[in-house]
């Protein structure tokens, strides 16, 4: 999925998917950043997990010390760099989020916004770790993926992505119950709450699951403190 991003969902591409986007989705999307912001302190040093071409970005450093994102499209954190030109207190790398390249402790605030820790498709234990590892103990690690609520509008606006060509055509016979698949081997799924208790349940979290927006659901989760 890594390749798939990179080859077909980086740059101008990504960008027309939150532009096709309709008014319900557009506020599921406002409604997740609204949120993210209630957790940054004007001090904070920021992580976003999976910034791509620094969508969010200029939200989050109006409020955080610095904003550092990460990605793995070079072609997206070009974009992102040219369009970030007056934003002064950011930075984006290339890198893995489960090969993090900073300290222990380094981040007040870790983020991975958008369903993005299915979008990785990566080992979703190995992602909190790495996750974790790199917030100070008195920070928060903010994981969002998609309410059960919200089914029919992500499903609408994942078919306008495939007519609009930035994604395979829909299977729909295997796109159902939160879970979505393209004929070119796409998938993504929603993390329920269940799930997100599951992970978190292994580390040295305070952990709470929140519903915003009838939309998103939040893992958010507060290393080294006990419940």
């Known amino acids: 999925m890594f390749e798939y991003y990179n080859q077909k969902l980086s740059a101008?591409?990504?960008?027309?998917?939150?532009?096709?986007?309709?008014?319900?989705?557009?506020?599921?999307?406002?409604?997740?950043?609204?949120?993210?912001?209630?957790?940054?302190?004007?001090?904070?040093?920021?992580?976003?997990?999976?910034?791509?071409?620094?969508?969010?970005?200029?939200?989050?450093?109006?409020?955080?010390?610095?904003?550092?994102?990460?990605?793995?499209?070079?072609a997206s954190l070009q974009m992102g760099n040219e369009r970030l030109s007056g934003v002064f207190n950011y930075q984006v790398l290339c890198a893995n989020a489960l090969h993090l390249p900073f300290g222990d402790h380094f981040f007040d605030v870790v983020i991975c916004i958008q369903n993005g820790i299915s979008a990785?498709?990566?080992?979703?234990h190995d992602l909190f770790c790495e996750s974790i590892r790199v917030t100070k103990p008195s920070g928060v690690?903010?994981?969002?993926?998609?309410?059960?609520?919200?089914?029919?509008?992500?499903l609408d606006w994942f078919r306008l992505q495939s007519?609009?060509?930035?994604?395979?055509?829909?299977?729909?016979?295997?796109?159902?119950?939160?879970?979505?698949?393209?004929?070119?081997?796409?998938?993504?799924?929603?993390?329920?709450?269940?799930?997100?208790?599951?992970?978190?349940f292994e580390f040295d979290v305070n952990t709470q699951i929140v519903e915003v927006d009838e939309s998103s659901l939040f893992c958010e989760m507060i290393p080294g403190k006990s419940l």
């Open 12 to 74: 101008e591409r990504l960008k027309r998917v939150y532009e096709i986007a309709p008014p319900r989705v557009q506020q599921y999307l406002q409604a997740e950043i609204d949120h993210v912001l209630t957790k940054i302190q004007p001090g904070d040093v920021v992580l976003e997990l999976g910034c791509g071409y620094g969508r969010i970005i200029p939200k989050l450093a109006e409020k955080a010390r610095k904003i550092i994102g990460i990605d793995t499209s070079f």
């Open 120 to 124: 990785f498709h990566v080992d979703w």
């Open 141 to 154: 690690v903010l994981f969002s993926s998609y309410s059960e609520k919200f089914w029919n509008h992500r």
């Open 163 to 200: 007519q609009a060509g930035l994604l395979g055509e829909l299977d729909e016979e295997k796109t159902d119950n939160g879970v979505i698949v393209c004929k070119d081997g796409f998938t993504g799924i929603a993390i329920r709450p269940d799930q997100f208790l599951a992970l978190a």
